[in-house]
DNA sequence: TGGAATGATTTGAC
DNA sequence: GTCAAATCATTCCA
């Protein structure tokens, strides 16, 4: 009876209801803000309420498991506990869930600097609500103390009633984390969503990964290093927007495509692979030349001494004169070309890979491209039996079983214009 | 608009 | 950890 009045009197007084109008409030920032994602700006409209408290209750009442499981999350989102750089902890998880993708892309920024505000937020509103909370509790003490003038209060009744403001508070603070927790889930999920949307590589990304492929068909397994520099190659040329850069991992996903889509249809790719065959055997030519100009210009008693074959040492305009017989071959760049003689074409790159050069880098340097010579003159002279075992003329270096050979040590040369001699050790196998 | 192409993800083996 | 394979999801294009 003296329960109820009081409560009736809490109630009038507007104790009670405010408990659960702070509910609305203090959660409301943090929704606010999730639909600000949307909308930025409508956050700073908001008017916030002055704050409440209730530190004592949450001492004292038995660990919730629901809330702990948001405690838990906060801290793992990196919403709550000891700040660590805004977040980065969850934008970094997030970004290596998302493929692995450590760069500092705008997005990933973007993600972290979403993440403090709903970080800061979620603290300002929780030292409201604590802060809110004692006064309130203060405020129900001096009404019972009111109360005690004109009748007996018992501890029993004053525990009953901080028990009910604790109950009330502990439910806004379950609410202000669920819906922290809620903002982070879809934060999360709008940053990876937007990862995951597929942008098709530029064409010249695509030139540049498909002359590795085709260069190196015999062993498409590019090392780490190979990676990194192709993907450094093709974020160059990448233009696909703000942030747009193709990681390391996307030219793993790229040649981990590309090679169960080959092998699945190789008929397809057939001529695909022919363009960039004829390509890379033009480049092996003109480095030949350029290497069989240098070894003779360096040292005339001893070719090829010291010389290291690199792209940019390429001396395309000797090379031009001197390799009129290969170049010849090929007739234009749309990839159709001609070889009238293929025996004599494989000769003349034997004895570029092997006879000529034996023993000395230019040889070693050009042997990829040789292989994807083979390559274009297996499939023109009409070797197509890639998988009935002939290794010698194999267009894809396919073995018997379908697989790469030697798929497990690859090559790793960084350049399609590279040969074995450049040769990078594939820590990742 | 439907199918092809293609980048990303998942799963399981090693 | 990487890989192949299957699959998903999106983009491209006739």
Known sequence: ???????????????????????????????????????????????????????????????????????????????????????????????????????????????????????????????KYEQACNEFTTHVMNLLREQSRTRPISPKEIERMVGIIHRKFSSIQMQLKQSTCEAVMILRSRFLDARRKRRNFSKQATEILNEYFYSHLSNPYPSEEAKEELAKKCSITVSQGVGSTITVSQ??????????????????????????????????????????????????????????????????????????????????????????????MFLSMQSLNGDSYQGAQVGANVQSQVDTLRHVISQTAGYNDALAGNTMYSPHGLNANGGWQDARTPSSVISPTEGPGSVHSDTSN
Request: aromatic fraction near 8%.
């Open 1 to 127: 009876m003296l329960h109820n009045k009081l409560e009736q009197k809490a109630v009038e007084s507007g104790v009670v209801c405010a408990v659960d109008w702070w509910a609305v409030i203090l959660t409301r920032s943090v929704f606010v803000f999730v639909y600000s994602l949307e909308s930025p700006g409508a956050v700073a409209a908001m008017p916030v309420h002055p704050g409440l408290s209730i530190r004592g209750a949450q001492e004292e009442d038995p660990p919730d498991p629901q809330l702990m499981r948001l405690d838990n999350m906060l801290l793992a989102e990196g919403v709550a506990g000891p700040e660590k750089g805004g977040g980065s902890a969850a934008a970094a998880a997030a970004a290596a869930a998302s493929g692995g993708a450590a760069d500092n892309s705008i997005e990933h920024s973007d993600y972290r600097a979403k993440l403090t505000q709903i970080r800061q937020i979620y603290h300002t509103e929780l030292e």
């Open 251 to 344: 030219v793993s996903n790229w040649f981990g495509n590309k090679r169960i889509r080959y092998k699945k249809n190789i008929g397809k790719f057939q001529e695909e692979a022919n363009l960039y065959a004829a390509k890379t055997a033009v480049n092996a030519a003109h480095a030949a030349a350029a290497a069989v100009q240098n070894s003779q210009a360096n040292s005339p008693t001893t070719p090829n001494s010291g010389f290291q074959m690199k792209d940019e040492e390429f001396q395309l305009d000797s090379a031009e004169s001197k390799n009129t017989l290969l170049s010849n071959m090929f007739t234009g760049s749309s990839g159709s070309f001609s070889l009238p003689n293929t025996g004599d």
